[in-house]
């Protein structure tokens, strides 16, 4: 590459951010002291990607031949709701999951319910963990998962700054909560994303006849953990899932407020999404859950890291074996 | 409904909800393009025109401003001002304030690496010859900066296209609050997330006709720039 060609790249390059390169070159050429160091930064990396550039163009076909070579092995893509994964369970699921069985390779999509279920719409996921029943009936009925189960509860709760200005320890129930929440025009910081916990809290407003708004009223479309350190920072109330704000707990001066109301009960069902690339290991994922091994490390996780159950299994309903590999392989075969 | 025909009829009928983040996003980049631009060429410039120990170093650190990543501004401004920071007493998390502080953070050294950068690149008999025909310190310095004026008019704009299509300080010390501190790019993440394509490809649309408003300015800058004679 002669010199010529190589001025006139950086002419073009440079030339957008930096008016007069001429100069700076002379500049350059005659006092090195001056020597402007972002510059000559830009102008051989300028230099070297475009020759790179070239190589660039061979990369389709290395990946591709990549692709070939390992075809075998396609992770098994879980679309999970943020709580499970702000609390800290998958982190302790999914190795032990793999463990159980290797052949398969877990990457974890850590989402809002909603989101989770347009994934698996897209078939972007081949299994979803998520906590909205009423959506999740639907999805399946719209036939974009072909088995959904429950796989465990943990319950809702109203969390607030300690000193409890709207005086939500004294209400009797989620609904009256939230009333006096609005009553007293309290700050409120709504999850505001179409995720499992911010589809109950809308129900739990609309039950109570509510509609909120006005500035107390935040919401900032954001996942479980990242909404509580705002409620935090704010001193504002929140309905939350109790596993992420006990997880979270030593750093937040949130109190749990209200709890124990059956209207706050929160139920994670696993689904295994229909046409997905990896019917086996969703198969294979969602069976686990539900059997004795998957169920004891649920009930463990909470115990063993917070000296509290965070999440309870749930009795299963349907064939559960952890030795279902063979049965999964004859389920995903196509007819 | 396709996504792209919804992001269509969104910009059409001038969507509110579209509207509101395109104007809080301007007021916000805009306002810390103000300050980021009081503090950035003075800066630049007398750094450039001085001689001093540790100058090296002092170069060094606002050439970094050219690669500051936003999330690490995020993080830090995040620190100062929560509740257990030391601005914490402000409470200015989660507002527009602190968005747009952190904007100037990433602008500011941005703007002055670039003026730093084109007014050295005058060549000193310039200066020199200025200051032969009697001009004072003040009087060359002036002339100086004019020279360069091209340059800082696109260090301005570059600095500009930065911080209105940046995301990851403005998600952490803004929060993504609906009608206060949503932007256009923390809504293109939040309507994707929520699987509502069209939105995010209505706000996308208008965030990447700026992209190319400002690098039209910057281009036409360019040419004008080039073909001016050394000394007007």
Excluded at chain 1, 186 to 198: I, L, Q, Y
Excluded at chain 2, 27 to 44: D, M, N
């Amino acid at each position: 590459m002669g010199p010529a060609k190589n001025g006139a790249n950086h002419k073009y390059i440079i030339g957008i951010a930096v008016a007069k390169t001429d100069r700076l070159r002379t500049v350059r050429e005659t006092s090195p002291l001056d020597k402007p160091a972002g510059v000559t930064v830009l102008t051989n990396a300028t230099g070297r990607m475009l020759r790179y550039s070239r190589l660039l163009a061979l990369l389709p076909v290395i990946t591709g031949a990549a692709a070939c070579g390992r075809f075998e092995v396609v992770p098994l893509l879980v679309g999970s709701t943020t709580s499970v994964h702000d609390s800290g369970l998958l982190d302790e699921l999914i190795p032990a999951f793999e463990d159980a069985h290797p052949s398969v390779s877990v990457r974890v999509l850590a989402v809002g319910t909603g989101q989770a279920l347009a994934l698996g719409r897209r078939r972007d996921v081949d299994v979803l963990l998520v906590h909205a029943p009423d959506v999740e009936r639907e999805f399946v009925r719209q036939g974009y998962g072909l088995q959904r189960a429950p796989v465990m509860r943990n319950d809702y709760v109203v969390a607030g700054p300690p000193p409890d200005p709207a005086a939500v320890r004294e209400s009797g129930s989620a609904i009256q909560a939230l009333a006096s929440v609005a009553a007293a025009r309290e700050r409120f910081v709504s999850r505001g994303d179409d995720s499992g916990t911010h589809r109950r809290e809308l129900s739990l407003w609309r039950a109570g006849g509510l509609q909120p708004a006005g500035d107390w009223y935040e919401e900032v479309g954001q996942a479980m953990g990242a909404t509580l350190l705002m409620a935090n920072e704010r001193r504002a109330y929140v309905l939350t899932d109790r596993a992420t704000l006990t997880s979270m707990g030593d750093g937040l001066d949130l109190r749990v407020l209200l709890a124990g109301d059956s209207a706050l009960v929160n139920i994670y069902s696993v689904i295994e999404v229909a046409g997905a690339a990896n019917p086996v290991g969703a198969c294979l994922f969602s069976r686990w859950l539900r059997s004795a091994p998957g169920k004891e490390r649920i009930r463990a996780f909470g115990l063993k890291n917070f000296g509290e159950s965070l999440f309870s299994p749930l009795p299963a309903a349907g064939p559960v074996d952890v030795h279902a590999e063979d049965d999964c392989r004859e389920i995903a075969r196509p007819e | 409904m396709n996504p792209f025909a919804e992001a269509w009829e969104l910009l059409w009928s001038g969507d509110l909800y579209v509207a509101d983040v395109v104007l809080r996003s301007l007021y916000i980049s805009g306002s810390a393009l103000v300050f980021a631009t009081a503090i950035g060429i003075p800066l630049g410039t007398v750094v450039a025109l001085s001689r001093f120990r540790l100058r090296t170093p002092v170069v060094a650190l606002i050439n970094t401003g050219l690669a500051l990543p936003p999330v690490v501004v995020g993080l830090t401004v995040y620190i100062l001002l929560s509740r257990s920071g030391p601005l914490g007493p402000l409470s200015l998390l989660y507002s527009p304030v602190a968005m747009i502080l952190a904007q100037v953070v990433l602008a500011g050294p941005y703007i002055a690496a670039v003026t730093l950068a084109a007014v050295q690149g005058v060549p000193p008999d310039v200066r020199l010859q200025a200051r032969g025909l009697g001009a004072s310190r003040w009087q060359a310095t002036r002339l100086h900066v004019r020279e360069v004026r091209a340059s800082l008019v696109a260090a301005i704009a570059a600095g500009f296209g930065a911080i209105i299509s940046e995301v990851g300080a403005v998600m952490i010390v803004g929060g993504n609050i609906l009608g206060q501190t949503r932007v256009m790019t923390t809504t293109i993440v939040l309507e994707t997330r929520r699987g509502n394509f069209g939105v995010a490809i209505a706000v996308g649309f208008i965030l990447l006709a700026l992209a190319f408003a400002v690098n039209l300015l910057l281009t036409l800058l360019n040419a004008r720039g080039m073909r001016r004679p050394l000394v007007s």
